[in-house]
């Protein structure tokens, strides 16, 4: 008998013991969990006939467009934006590369700085350009962005020739986005 | 509030399996014939107080436990989550399961069979979660040539109602055997198992990088989830749904019970082997094919300018094809073992009459094995137990589980009968009753029973 009340005893203390150990739950607002994704983006494999007009006359200046809506999902996240560019070029000629986001309207609203200088028969360079936090927010309103090479006129006078010239000015990027997921 | 909504999750990913270690073959209990159909009551006849007579919860998350997180010790939240992730096993999963015993009766008939029968609604959900996804939340795809793979995602999620019949028959004295048909009303069902595929990047030759979707194969079924007919999910619909206004299925349990000598007893049982026909408001998701970006070659010119986005996502969309189905699914619903060998001893002593009861050990000791074999996972679950009658009104046992969220559960049941009264309560993982933010599972079952003996 006695070991039955001590057993009941027993139990019901165990079933009573439940307890916690401190716990802080506003730790969450210190949460930063930073994550980073790579993504490739543009490549360019340009070659003489790129800066040549119908009448094989030189191009100053070549655009392209790319239309990229952005969702703006991940706009509370979004930390950082680096963009990694790696150009080489065998053309006796300088170039600058600019990138430049528009609007719906096509109107410009950022210009990555620094604008790239790829130098006469360079071989690969390696560019980083970033966009800090507080440019973010252009990025959600772009929707192209927009692709100039500039070509100057060589200071010797040089022109390019469809046929005879195989220089090549080749381009690859990626972007490194960086993101702080801090509310969960 | 969204402080609120992560406490509450991480109490339900303090979740359950469908492991009863402790209910099962307790106490000549009325549920213990939900557990095993062959197992052996003596009353007469019982009835389950409505809604009352089964509550049962469980739950689990093998990852790591509210605590790991939350502990208040000086250390940055941001340093215990990454200690967290890293510990974080290929899989992890989280698994809820609960039930609500809506009525539940038995009685003994002239060929001495014992016919019990009840309905009750169910709620299942069970997730595997890939570290490979959380690596690639938590870190990012930086990791060049990583493979982050979906191969071990899977989930089902299950709200269903189950009407049961069930008999228990004694063949001599040594064998007792039960069968429990079952007829399922699936309020909602869905399902992804055997997903393949993963997502990399390489170095790439025509630009920094290439990345791949290599090899996906996604499957998702759902029944009672997207409506087509303007129904709408609200309490109404539930109720009728519940109620074999579902998807209806069929099952079956089978169990024994073996008295392999006077005091060695082995039981076993098989649960809802069956299936739910998914019929109405069916969709279902297939996601296949393999993709490669090496990004956007530009071509400069402007007399032809393309469409570089809209060429892109038509060359996704080519190579990763989403279909949606609606054709009729058949899910299974996870089987359940049950074994148990014990060894009973200690004759219970009148005190008044001065005679040992020749019929009744008091003492009970034993193994159980409990498993789920299904196709989203499969789980194994070792238990050791004593049970002891305490006096005439109280019986308890205890049990000592090894499963996947931990190797130190204890477990604890209670049981009283005080005339035809009868109420029992059975919790597990007790000895983190200490600290309950630290738990990785917990389960309890709880209800109240009128049981009328036989007088003879």
């Known amino acids: 008998m006695k070991i039955t009340k001590f057993t009941l005893v027993a139990l019901i203390i165990l079933f009573f013991q439940g307890c916690t150990k401190d716990v802080d739950f506003n730790q969450l607002d210190d949460v930063n969990i930073h994550s980073t994704f790579i993504a490739t983006l543009i490549y360019l494999n340009l070659t003489a006939p790129d800066f040549l007009d119908d009448s094989n006359k030189e191009i100053r200046v070549t655009n392209d467009f790319i239309e990229l809506p952005i969702s703006d999902d991940s706009k509370p996240y979004l930390e950082k934006i680096e963009f990694t560019v790696i150009t080489e070029n065998t053309f006796n000629r300088n170039f600058r590369l600019s990138i430049t986001f528009y609007d719906e309207f096509r109107q410009p609203i950022y210009v990555l700085q620094p604008i790239i200088n790829i130098s006469e028969s360079s071989p690969e360079m390696t560019t980083v350009i970033e966009i800090p936090k507080q440019d973010i927010p252009f990025i959600y309103d772009t929707e192209y962005f927009g692709f100039d090479i500039f070509f100057p006129i060589s200071t010797d006078g040089s022109t390019i020739f469809i046929n005879d010239d195989t220089s090549t000015f080749n381009l690859k990027s990626s972007a490194k986005l960086f993101f702080n997921h801090n509310e969960i | ?456």
């Open chain 2, 1 to 456: 509030m969204r402080k609120l909504s992560f406490f509450i999750f991480l109490l339900y990913a303090i979740g359950y399996t469908q492991n009863k270690q402790v209910l099962y073959d307790f106490a000549g209990l009325p549920q213990t014939l939900l557990l095993n159909p062959g197992a052996e009551v003596n009353q007469k006849f019982h009835i389950g107080m409505p809604l009352l007579s089964q509550l049962s919860v469980q739950g689990g998350f093998t990852g790591f436990s509210t605590y790991d997180i939350f502990v208040d010790n000086g250390i940055d939240i941001n340093d215990k989550i990454k200690k967290a992730v890293n510990n974080f096993g290929k899989t992890e999963f989280v698994a809820i399961n609960q039930q609500l015993e809506v009525f539940n009766g038995g009685l003994r008939l002239k060929n001495n069979n014992y016919l019990s029968f009840g309905y009750y609604q169910e709620f299942d959900f069970l997730a595997k979660i890939p570290r490979d996804l959380v690596d690639l939340y938590y870190d990012g795809n930086t990791d060049i040539n990583r493979h982050y793979s979906i191969n071990k995602l899977a989930f089902r999620a299950e709200l269903l109602g189950v009407f049961h019949v069930g008999m228990s028959k004694k063949i001599n004295e040594k064998w007792n055997v039960g069968a429990r048909a079952k007829i399922y009303s699936s309020v909602f069902n869905a399902s992804s198992k055997s997903n393949t595929g993963s997502f990399f990047t390489e170095d790439g030759n025509q630009n920094i990088y290439k990345q791949h979707l290599d090899n996906i194969g996604f499957l998702m079924q759902t029944s009672g989830i997207f409506f087509e007919n303007g129904e709408e999910f609200d309490a109404s619909y539930v109720k009728s749904k519940l109620l074999f206004g579902g998807n209806l299925g069929l099952g079956i349990d089978v169990g024994f019970t073996h008295h392999y000598s006077k005091q060695w007893t082995i039981t076993g049982s098989i649960l809802d082997l069956g299936f739910v026909n998914n019929t109405k408001n069916v969709r279902s998701y297939r996601l296949k094919g393999d993709y490669e970006l090496e990004g956007l070659q530009l071509n400069f010119d402007l007399n032809n300018p393309e469409n570089y986005w809209t060429d892109l996502k038509n060359e996704f969309d080519d190579s990763i094809v989403l279909d949606t189905v609606y054709k009729s699914y058949i899910s299974f619903r996870p089987v359940k073992l049950n074994g148990a060998a014990s060894y009973s001893f200690g004759q219970k002593y009148d005190d008044c009459r001065f005679l040992i009861d020749q019929g009744l050990y008091v003492n009970k000791m034993g193994f159980q094995l409990f498993s789920t074999v299904g196709a989203v996972h499969s789980y194994l679950a070792a238990t050791l137990f004593y049970e002891r009658r305490l006096s005439k009104y109280f019986q308890t046992k205890i049990t000592y589980t090894a499963d996947p969220y931990s190797f130190t559960n204890i477990g604890l049941g209670l049981s009283t009968q005080i005339g035809i009264f009868n109420a029992y309560f059975t919790a597990d993982n007790l000895l983190s009753l200490s600290n309950i933010y630290d738990m990785k599972s917990a389960s309890f079952q709880l209800g109240i029973n009128f049981i009328f003996k036989d007088k003879n």
